[in-house]
T-cell receptor, first 110, second 115 residues
Framework: QKEVEQNSGPLSVPEGAIASLNCTYS??????FFWYRQYSGKSPELIMS????GDKEDGRFTAQLNKASQYVSLLIRDSQPSDSATYLC??????????FGGGTRVLVKP | EAGVAQSPRYKIIEKRQSVAFWCNPI?????LYWYQQILGQGPKLLIQ????????DSQLPKDRFSAERLKGVDSTLKIQPAKLEDSAVYLC?????????????FGPGTRLTVL
């Protein structure tokens, strides 16, 4: 079982719709969770971090964390073509090692 | 504020040759990370430094990879000899310190092609 799992996609979303990305992790003691956006040929860019159960909103992005279910998600509201990218979920457990999922490719169609 | 700097941006070498990558972290960031990202996969941590000491190198192939961070600032990652499977993007990242809640910021990466 992979430590951090994501659906590889592509997740195809019409412009203006909500994109919903999911991530599950295996280490129960994980303490902090991050979403990175990576455009093709570029390096990962941090867009959200979340540390406690519940929702965290930042502009059009909402991260949701459920530690009991070992599940973290990212919602992108009013999706734009510029949101087309690969979204990486990253989880940090004790020892501070950041483990990445394989990423979900998102395509926003005009 | 300047971001993480890396060089070179691209490198093409023959197998069995050696190569070195350089990283300069964000000013004041004590923790520096090297990741390997193979096409279609997420980044994989190779080594983590706290100042100039190694915190985690459990996934570094030590028979061919080496890294150092002299004076706790810049870092160099070396591969010798390179194999075809080393073709990947090598990412450097930094954070304020290696605590759980500290966010990591990535440099532009070095794309390595081994022929």
């Amino acid at each position: 079982q992979k430590e951090v799992e994501q659906n590889s996609g592509p997740l195809s979303v019409p412009e203006g719709a909500i994109a919903s990305l999911n991530c599950t992790y295996s280490d129960r003691v994980s303490q902090s969770f991050f979403w990175y956006r990576q455009y093709s040929g570029k390096s990962p860019e941090l867009i959200m971090s979340i540390y406690s159960n519940g929702d965290k909103e930042d502009g059009r992005f909402t991260a949701q964390l459920n530690k009991a279910s070992q599940y973290v998600s990212l919602l992108i509201r009013d999706s734009q073509p510029s949101d087309s990218a690969t979204y990486l979920c990253a989880v940090k457990a004790a020892g501070n090692k950041l483990t990445f999922g394989g990423g979900t490719r998102v395509l926003v169609k005009p | 504020e300047a971001g993480v700097a890396q060089s070179p941006r691209y490198k093409i070498i023959e197998k069995r040759q050696s190569v070195a990558f350089w990283c300069n972290p964000i000013s004041g960031h004590a923790t520096l990370y090297w990741y390997q990202q193979i096409l279609g996969q997420g980044p994989k941590l190779l080594i983590q430094f706290q100042n100039n000491g190694v915190v985690d190198d459990s996934q570094l192939p030590k028979d061919r990879f080496s890294a150092e961070r002299l004076k706790g600032v810049d870092s160099t990652l070396k591969i010798q000899p390179a194999k075809l499977e080393d073709s990947a993007v090598y990412l450097c990242a930094s954070s304020l310190a290696g605590q759980v809640y500290n966010e990591q910021f990535f440099g532009p990466g070095t794309r390595l092609t081994v022929l």
